[in-house]
T-cell receptor, first 110, second 115 residues
């Protein structure tokens, strides 16, 4: 079942922060985050495995609450290069495939 | 050095034709995938192969037939193309089978337009 992402779209000015949420109605084993720029392939950002971990890379971090079956992606001090569509992908406990959400369009303006 | 490559990048064809898309990865990965991204950007898995063996076959019309001659290559053949097949098709690979813990590397995509 497809995870639900919110918001559908967000516009920021450089330096502002954003949070993108991903939730599932089913138990999750892992959550993946990808970014896709217009006309390009999705690019891997990070994986969060069950255990409620939080990961970070530079100014992009994410959390995973397995009890709530939710994950959030945090973008701080946004840069123009952050613009794109962010997808979360989820894998259930017995799943062998990644099911992607509908995506969140992020646009950073100068 | 492209990690995952696809050919062609663009494919324009008429309804009823048969076409193929080729994918190659030079990462030494065991698992390869085909995804379809429609006009609304919805990204959905179609097939997955692990070491040339089909492991995921979603509810895809049997006009779509994947073939993996070796673990570095995964091709997609589509028979009797329909308007609804128009989409961007992405090939991807991951180190091992087990989607839960391995990142996937995507190819540049093939934009298929059926007229």
């Amino acid at each position: 079942q497809q995870p639900v992402q919110s918001p559908q779209a967000v516009i920021l000015r450089e330096g502002e922060d954003a949070v993108i949420n991903c939730s599932s109605s089913k138990a999750l084993y892992s959550v993946h985050w990808y970014r896709q720029k217009h006309g390009e392939a999705p690019v891997f950002l990070m994986i969060l495995l069950k255990g409620g971990e939080q990961k970070g890379h530079d100014k992009i971090s994410a959390s995973f609450n397995e009890k709530k079956q939710q994950s959030s992606l945090y973008l701080t001090a946004s840069q123009l290069s952050y613009s794109g569509t962010y997808f979360c992908g989820t894998v259930g406990p017995y799943g062998n495939k990644l099911v992607f959400g509908a995506g969140t369009i992020l646009r950073v303006k100068s | 050095d492209t990690a995952v490559s696809q050919t062609p990048k663009y494919l324009v064809t008429q309804m009823g034709n048969d076409k193929s898309i080729k994918c190659e990865q030079n990462l030494g990965h065991d698992t390869m995938y085909w995804y379809k991204q429609d006009s609304k950007k919805f990204l959905k898995i179609m097939f997955s192969y692990n070491n040339k063996e089909l492991i995921i076959n979603e509810t895809v019309p049997n006009r779509f037939s994947p073939k993996s001659p070796d673990k570095a290559h995964l091709n997609l053949h589509i028979n009797s193309l329909e308007l609804g097949d128009s989409a961007v098709y992405f090939c991807a690979s991951s180190q091992r089978q087990g989607a839960w813990s391995y990142e996937q590397y995507f190819g540049p995509g093939t934009r298929l337009t059926v007229t």
